[in-house]
């Protein structure tokens, strides 16, 4: 039985201490931080829009099936295979990315030098075949159409019942999760056809494209610019993350019926989280995810991509920036039309059922502003500080690390208590559990109040403690004497 992947995608100032530079690249957080994600590109043009559908699968390919919710029924030449690559190309273009700036040595040293980090013809043939009828029984589900597309074989039905779909796609090899036909309902009744794709075992080649399958790539027609996202958790264990990549002629593409928020940005991190970026970036993902909701749609990336356009195309660039060729990789279908601007969105949605009740709405909105989920490390100035300039210097720079900390800290949530040597000389050493202990021992020592009296520190107490003994001891020898004599 094939296991049926009901996808959800789907249509309808610190003065000296900084350099007025861009910055350069160190690292990035791409898609491949979450382990249960998805990826799709969005191409908006009127209305008409093109997903192409990334594919993770990991198993045997003969228990590979996947059901996704159209608006209408599609013609062959609405369906492509696109080239997997465009997927890793938009990630590491795209990415939340981590920049690094150097301190100039005040006492007229130089500073460091820097460096810039710098579609497939497809072909149809013989068609699969599937049961029409079993047991008399009536599934209410009407082949519309149905292709071939190299190892792919392709139907699009149309269907009046849930529970027909469901038994027409288990009497034909689909192993459909329990909570398939109450998620199919909704779009049964809404009109929209289903788009049900298998493997081809005889044309599947398990030594090319790495072994995984290629991406789908499909055109719908519709006045709804829309991702049904719960049929998608009709199979799902916990949250899922989807990473989509949008492309419109306007502006930003953005959610309308969920909010829209952007990720931090442009934060001074400590230096130590250069080699740990993608691990924090993580964390600074579920924390703002937690702050509002857990039922928000986050903005990590936006640029004009345009390929005429002589801007910069990011700041500063993870990957490479997509141009002609890989932008009509993606499906823009006015590429190589001049004087048409592409604007390029990366959106993160992490989801539950529970906190995702609807399927996502977007719009192309007009904002044409640029934005980048980035952050950034200031490697401090190396060399002979002993100068006047030097020492202002280096109290700015420990005030600038303790603020640091205290980023790292509301940013990602880390306890950065531990980090006991990073102001003084900015390494990540962390106190041993027995240091912890031992220092959280001798602060909450209890010592009562009147052994100091109000606003006396140990020293003072202790001092007067003394005091008064000598002064007891002094008074008992006075009596001792006036006894004797």
């Known amino acids: 039985m094939k296991k049926v992947i009901l996808t959800l995608m789907a249509i309808a100032s610190v003065g000296q201490l900084a350099m007025a530079f861009c910055g350069f690249y160190v690292a990035k957080a791409g898609a491949d931080l979450y382990n249960n994600k998805s990826e799709v590109i969005l191409v908006r043009d009127g209305s008409n829009t093109t997903i192409t559908m990334s594919n993770d699968f990991s198993g045997n390919v003969k228990d590979f099936a996947m059901v996704v919710p159209v608006p209408n029924v599609l013609d062959r030449s609405d369906i492509q295979i696109a080239d997997r690559s465009i997927f890793q190309m938009l990630d590491a273009y795209s990415a939340p ?9 005040p006492c007229g040293l130089p500073m460091p030098s820097m460096m810039d980090v710098s579609m497939e013809k497809e072909s149809t043939t013989k068609m699969a075949t599937y049961t029409a009828r079993k ?57 929209l056809k289903f788009f049900v794709v298998k493997v081809d075992l005889n044309k599947y080649n398990p030594k090319a494209n790495g072994g995984f399958l290629r991406p789908l790539q499909i055109k719908v027609k519709s006045d709804k610019f ?18 989509v990549y949008a492309f419109s002629k306007r502006g930003r593409v953005e959610c309308t019926n969920y909010r829209t928020v952007k990720m931090p940005t442009d934060n001074l991190v400590p230096t130590f989280i250069k080699p740990k970026f993608g691990t924090f970036y993580t964390d600074v993902f579920k924390n703002e995810y937690r702050k509002v909701g857990k039922n928000a749609v986050f903005l990590e990336y936006v640029w004009n991509v345009t390929p005429t356009f002589n801007g910069m195309k990011c700041d500063p660039c993870v990957g490479n920036p997509p141009y002609t060729r890989e932008i009509t990789m993606a499906g823009v279908p006015w590429a190589n039309q001049n004087g048409v601007t592409t604007f390029f969105t990366r959106l993160h949605v992490r989801y539950t059922l ?89 602060k909450n020592i209890n010592v009562p109040f009147w052994f100091f009296g109000k606003g006396s520190t140990p020293h003072k107490g202790l001092f007067l403690l003394v005091f008064g003994m000598l002064i007891v001891y002094s008074v008992k020898r006075l009596k001792l004497t006036l006894v004797k004599g």
């Open 97 to 105: 990315r981590l920049v690094e700036y150097y301190d100039y040595n």
């Open 135 to 191: 047991d008399n029984f009536n599934y209410k589900v009407t082949i519309e159409a149905q292709y071939s597309v190299e190892e792919y074989d392709i139907v699009l039905l149309s269907a009046k019942d849930a529970n027909g779909l469901k038994r027409w796609l288990v009497d034909n090899g689909y192993s459909i999760p329990a909570k398939a036909e109450h998620v199919l309902e909704p779009y049964i009744k809404s009109g």
């Open 226 to 243: 829309m991702l049904p996202i719960r049929l998608g958790m009709a199979n799902s264990v916990g949250e899922q993350d989807m990473i």
């Open 354 to 442: 529970d906190k995702f009740p609807e399927d996502l709405f977007f719009q192309e909105t007009p904002n044409t502003e640029m934005y980048q989920a980035r952050y950034v490390i200031t490697n401090p100035a190396t060399g002979d500080l002993s100068c006047a300039e030097g020492r202002v210097y280096q109290d700015k720079l420990r005030l600038r690390r303790r603020k640091e900390l205290i980023e790292l800290a509301s940013l990602a949530r880390w306890n950065t208590d531990s980090y006991y040597d990073y102001i003084a000389h900015g390494t990540d050493k962390v106190r041993s559990n027995k240091a912890k202990e031992t220092d959280h021992n001798i």
